[in-house]
């Protein structure tokens, strides 16, 4: 491992007389490299996470040649020290190229390596690179156990490279198009074990041959220095898709809300249903298929089929210890409270101390938040595993509409990697498949309110209408949602508990997520903290 050292570092252009092939062992080079060099660099990238916290220094965990013939480029797992006392790992392929004219917005650091010209890149802009990654995995032999392991997966069927180019999302990791057919996913936050993506993926498509998330295809991790697993990259089938299930929800919603004037339809005449009963299409009020229309009821369905199918194919392996159903028990219970204590207090911390940045009903919901702090955390403390007959299971963990793609009519189920917030550990604990219901739950509710708030001038009705019109159509989105899932839950005998106890684990979750949620407005999107404070305040004077 090397130290950053203030002193006697060298000035650019940087020359060093080593070739490229036996750069990483300099100590020169890395001294420079980490502290002048990518202290820069790290803090500019859309996937680096630590932009709330002060960088302290970087240090070079560990490294590691990603090759094929003659072709050397490096593997480097950084981790990043703060100010904060605590660090995060990143994973950041370099390359070496001569060209005076490429990748010149890409560059990392301008060298000359015994007399040779040159930069360092990431090697994700090298095209040679990312054919490098794809031909290993094709090429990968069964049970590779070299220190960079590449697999592949019986779904690979393409036989040559072809292409390549950046997916271009929004997102954490960076992910590459390949072929026009597949998805090549280099994680960059990284954690000494299995990412949770590809272990999901991978049980998912190929054990279980469950078919509504993209297809596995290949990965490769590296073993570290203690022996850990750590998965960089992730291959799967690229899913051509219409967007994702957000978009598609709220512009169903806008339609919906609309729908109220053209169909004249008096809100205060709605018919109401409790909060989680279950519905048929066909127990739907005409009333609400008139307002709502059928079509958005259908997909409700089969978005709750598809989860269910994930849950059981998650919830029926027995030889695998990782995938194991297990039931509650105390140290589950322990486990679970502390993680909600501590996060439950992080966030009054958050709402405490950001009051300022909320007005109107927001600043007025926080208020109320605040006071009712004791009542809430009863709520979390209210846990007795004694009384739960279901069985726990690997779960998405963090599951929204964001999460899901559309296509046809159909759903493909993405991104296993857990709660962003989480540590790696925690999100391979069994959890409530409820857990993953309730994340959908909240982001019907999220998907309602978004509406209102971003087009609330579009539509004649007053705000309060429109809210009591939202906080109505919620409750049916749950009601044919759940009752979907739980037949099939039923059917395929997934054990998730006696009726009361669903019922109780739903309203848990949800208020576990809505203020993990909390947490997440008030950083990333204040003016969008008041949809988690609304859901809190009314899953606690839910009466039931
Ligand atoms: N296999 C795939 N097929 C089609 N689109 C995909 C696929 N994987 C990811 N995407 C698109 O890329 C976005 C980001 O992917 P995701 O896995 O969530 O990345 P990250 O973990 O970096 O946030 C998704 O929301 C989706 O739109
Ligand atoms: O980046 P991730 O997809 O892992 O998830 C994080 O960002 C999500 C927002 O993009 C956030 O989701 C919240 O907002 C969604 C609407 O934008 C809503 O559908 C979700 O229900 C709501 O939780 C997610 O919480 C966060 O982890």
Not at 146 to 162: I, L, M, N, P, R
Not at 514 to 537: C, H, K, Q
């Given at each position: 491992?090397t130290?950053?050292?203030?002193?006697?570092?060298?000035?650019?252009?940087?020359?060093?007389?080593?070739?490229?092939?036996?750069?990483?062992?300099?100590?020169e080079?890395?001294?420079?490299?980490?502290?002048?060099?990518?202290?820069?660099?790290?803090?500019?990238?859309?996937?680096?996470?630590?932009?709330?916290?002060?960088l302290?220094?970087?240090?070079?965990?560990?490294?590691?040649?990603?090759?094929?013939?003659?072709?050397?480029y490096?593997?480097?797992?950084?981790?990043?020290?703060?100010?904060?006392?605590?660090?995060?790992?990143?994973?950041?392929?370099?390359?070496?190229?001569?060209?005076?004219?490429?990748?010149?917005?890409?560059?990392?650091?301008?060298?000359?390596?015994?007399?040779?010209?040159?930069?360092?890149?990431?090697?994700?802009?090298?095209?040679?690179?990312?054919?490098?990654?794809?031909?290993?995995?094709?090429?990968?032999?069964?049970?590779?156990?070299?220190?960079?392991?590449?697999h592949?997966?019986?779904?690979?069927?393409?036989?040559?490279?072809?292409?390549s180019?950046?997916?271009?999302m929004?997102?954490?990791?960076?992910?590459?198009?390949?072929?026009?057919?597949?998805?090549?996913?280099?994680?960059?936050?990284?954690?000494?074990?299995?990412?949770?993506?590809?272990?999901?993926?991978?049980?998912?498509?190929?054990?279980?041959?469950?078919?509504?998330?993209?297809?596995?295809?290949?990965?490769?991790?590296?073993?570290d220095?203690?022996?850990?697993?750590?998965?960089?990259?992730?291959?799967q089938?690229l899913v051509?898709?219409?967007?994702?299930a957000?978009?598609?929800?709220?512009?169903?919603?806008?339609?919906?809300?609309?729908?109220?004037?053209?169909?004249?339809?008096?809100?205060?005449?709605?018919?109401?249903?409790?909060?989680?009963?279950?519905?048929?299409?066909?127990?739907?009020?005409?009333?609400?298929?008139?307002?709502?229309?059928?079509?958005?009821?259908?997909?409700l369905?089969?978005?709750?089929?598809?989860?269910?199918?994930?849950?059981?194919?998650?919830?029926?392996?027995?030889?695998?210890?990782?995938?194991?159903?297990?039931?509650?028990?105390?140290?589950?219970?322990?486990?679970?409270?502390?993680?909600?204590?501590?996060?439950?207090?992080?966030?009054?911390?958050?709402?405490?101390?950001?009051?300022?940045?909320?007005?109107?009903?927001?600043?007025?919901?926080?208020?109320?938040?605040?006071?009712?702090?004791?009542?809430?955390?009863?709520?979390?403390?209210n846990?007795?595993?004694?009384?739960?007959?279901?069985?726990?299971?690997?779960?998405?963990?963090?599951?929204?509409?964001?999460?899901?793609?559309?296509?046809?009519?159909?759903?493909?189920?993405?991104?296993?990697?857990?709660?962003?917030?989480?540590t790696?550990?925690?999100?391979?604990?069994?959890?409530?498949?409820?857990?993953?219901?309730?994340?959908?739950?909240?982001?019907f509710?999220?998907?309602?309110?978004?509406?209102?708030?971003?087009?609330g001038?579009?539509?004649?009705?007053?705000?309060?209408?429109?809210?009591?019109?939202?906080?109505?159509?919620?409750?049916?989105?749950?009601a044919?949602?759940?009752?979907?899932?739980?037949k099939?839950?039923?059917?395929?005998?997934?054990?998730i508990?006696?009726?009361?106890?669903?019922?109780?684990?739903?309203?848990?979750?949800?208020?576990?997520?809505?203020?993990?949620?909390?947490?997440?407005?008030?950083?990333?999107?204040?003016d969008?903290?008041?949809?988690?404070?609304?859901?809190?305040?009314?899953?606690?004077?839910?009466?039931?």
């Amino acid at each position: 491992m090397t130290k950053k050292k203030k002193d006697e570092v060298l000035q650019p252009p940087y020359q060093f007389d080593v070739v490229w092939e036996e750069l990483i062992e300099n100590e020169e080079f890395i001294k420079v490299f980490l502290s002048d060099v990518l202290e820069k660099y790290v803090v500019q990238q859309r996937w680096y996470g630590g932009k709330s916290s002060k960088l302290k220094y970087i240090e070079l965990q560990e490294y590691f040649k990603i090759q094929q013939n003659e072709e050397v480029y490096y593997g480097l797992l950084l981790q990043v020290n703060f100010e904060e006392a605590f660090y995060q790992h990143y994973f950041l392929p370099i390359a070496f190229v001569s060209d005076e004219s490429f990748a010149e917005k890409e560059r990392i650091l301008p060298i000359c390596m015994k007399g040779q010209n040159g930069f360092i890149i990431d090697a994700l802009n090298l095209e040679a690179f990312r054919k490098l990654v794809f031909e290993r995995i094709m090429t990968a032999v069964p049970n590779d156990t070299t220190k960079v392991q590449y697999h592949k997966s019986a779904h690979f069927k393409d036989t040559e490279y072809k292409s390549s180019r950046f997916m271009g999302m929004e997102q954490s990791n960076t992910s590459i198009i390949i072929n026009d057919n597949a998805v090549i996913k280099f994680f960059r936050r990284i954690y000494s074990d299995k990412n949770p993506d590809y272990e999901m993926s991978r049980f998912l498509s190929e054990t279980k041959g469950y078919k509504n998330t993209p297809a596995y295809l290949g990965s490769s991790n590296v073993i570290d220095s203690d022996g850990a697993y750590i998965t960089i990259a992730l291959m799967q089938e690229l899913v051509e898709n219409q967007g994702d299930a957000w978009s598609y929800m709220t512009k169903q919603l806008n339609i919906i809300f609309h729908n109220l004037e053209y169909k004249r339809i008096n809100v205060h005449d709605l018919p109401e249903v409790p909060m989680f009963a279950r519905l048929g299409i066909n127990d739907v009020p005409p009333q609400i298929i008139d307002w709502a229309g059928l079509h958005v009821f259908v997909m409700l369905q089969k978005l709750a089929q598809r989860t269910a199918e994930m849950h059981v194919a998650l919830g029926s392996e027995f030889s695998d210890t990782a995938f194991h159903p297990t039931h509650y028990n105390g140290d589950y219970e322990v486990w679970l409270k502390n993680r909600l204590l501590y996060q439950f207090q992080n966030r009054l911390n958050i709402v405490e101390n950001n009051l300022e940045r909320l007005q109107g009903p927001s600043l007025e919901l926080a208020k109320n938040f605040l006071e009712r702090k004791n009542e809430i955390r009863k709520r979390f403390v209210n846990f007795d595993w004694t009384k739960f007959k279901g069985e726990r299971i690997r779960i998405h963990g963090d599951y929204h509409l964001g999460q899901v793609l559309v296509k046809d009519d159909d759903f493909y189920l993405l991104d296993f990697e857990g709660e962003p917030e989480s540590t790696i550990r925690d999100r391979k604990v069994k959890q409530p498949p409820l857990k993953d219901v309730a994340g959908m739950f909240r982001s019907f509710h999220y998907a309602i309110y978004a509406t209102i708030f971003n087009n609330g001038d579009d539509y004649p009705h007053s705000k309060e209408e429109l809210f009591k019109a939202g906080e109505i159509l919620y409750r049916y989105f749950i009601a044919v949602f759940y009752d979907s899932y739980m037949k099939l839950i039923q059917e395929n005998n997934l054990n998730i508990g006696y009726k009361q106890e669903r019922t109780f684990i739903l309203k848990y979750c949800m208020l576990e997520k809505a203020v993990y949620e909390l947490g997440y407005e008030m950083n990333s999107r204040p003016d969008w903290a008041v949809i988690p404070l609304e859901g809190i305040m009314s899953i606690i004077d839910e009466t039931n």
